[in-house]
Antibody
Framework: QVQLQESGPGLMQPSETLSLTCIVSGGSISGYYWTWIRHSPGTGLEWIGYISYNGASKYNPSLRSRVTLSVNTSKNQFSLKLSSVTAADTAVYYC?????????????WGQGTPVTVSS | QPVLTQPPSASGTPGQRVTISCSGDNSNVGTNTVNWYQHYPGTAPKLLIYTNDQRPSGVPDRFSGSKSGTTATLAISGLLSEDEADYYC????????????FGGGTKLTVL
């Protein structure tokens, strides 16, 4: 059973860079695509982007200029960097595994890590 | 800007059948598969329906999905109080190099 665990800073100041890591256990990161999704009460679910086990990536056009995803297969983990954060980036951030063959089907999720951007 | 449109709310009484729609266009729902998620606040979303009408292992057959043209529909029959949650549709959007679109979500209330 694949398990995912996010880790992040919790509280941030505006203009800082958010860094999150997702550790995958119970299975190999290789062969699959991995994604980040966030949820805020006013916006609902928002897809941030995906990174494949071999480094291929795609991003939400609305965030593309600020997002970088990376993968570390030796550590079985992948990461998110979001630059120049504002209050609008306050959300619960989830990492998830993309189901093989369907780019919008996410079958395993982390429990989520809350991020608050406030001065 | 492409969007997936869901009703913001839906409701039903125990035992009833309710449906939630997800309307898109030919660059998303019309040409790509639709997936549905159930989300209880404070927990991780759960994949409820994939590839338009398939249920993952463990999802009761009270939940079903369908798609016709640019509209997908989630149906819940034999409504239970535990079904009270937020429901989201998702589909791949072909424009702008491709990305995942989520619907705005539907809050289901069991009366």
């Amino acid at each position: 059973q694949v398990q995912l665990q996010e880790s992040g800073p919790g509280l941030m100041q505006p203009s800082e860079t958010l860094s999150l890591t997702c550790i995958v256990s119970g299975g190999s990161i290789s062969g699959y695509y991995w994604t980040w999704i966030r949820h805020s009460p006013g916006t609902g679910l928002e897809w941030i982007g995906y990174i494949s086990y071999n480094g291929a990536s795609k991003y939400n056009p609305s965030l593309r200029s600020r997002v970088t995803l990376s993968v570390n297969t030796s550590k079985n983990q992948f990461s998110l960097k979001l630059s120049s954060v504002t209050a609008a980036d306050t959300a619960v951030y989830y990492c998830a595994k993309m189901q093989f063959g369907d780019l919008s089907a996410f079958d395993y999720w982390g429990q989520g890590t809350p991020v608050t951007v406030s001065s | 800007q492409p969007v997936l449109t869901q009703p913001p709310s839906a409701s039903g009484t125990p035992g009833q059948r309710v449906t939630i729609s997800c309307s898109g266009d030919n660059s998303n729902v019309g040409t790509n598969t639709v997936n549905w998620y159930q989300h209880y606040p404070g927990t991780a979303p759960k994949l409820l329906i994939y590839t338009n009408d398939q249920r993952p292992s463990g999802v009761p057959d009270r939940f079903s999905g369908s798609k016709s043209g640019t509209t997908a529909t989630l149906a819940i029959s034999g409504l239970l109080s535990e079904d009270e949650a937020d429901y989201y549709c998702a589909a791949w959007e072909d424009s702008l190099d491709g990305y995942v679109l989520f619907g705005g979500g539907t809050k289901l209330t069991v009366l």
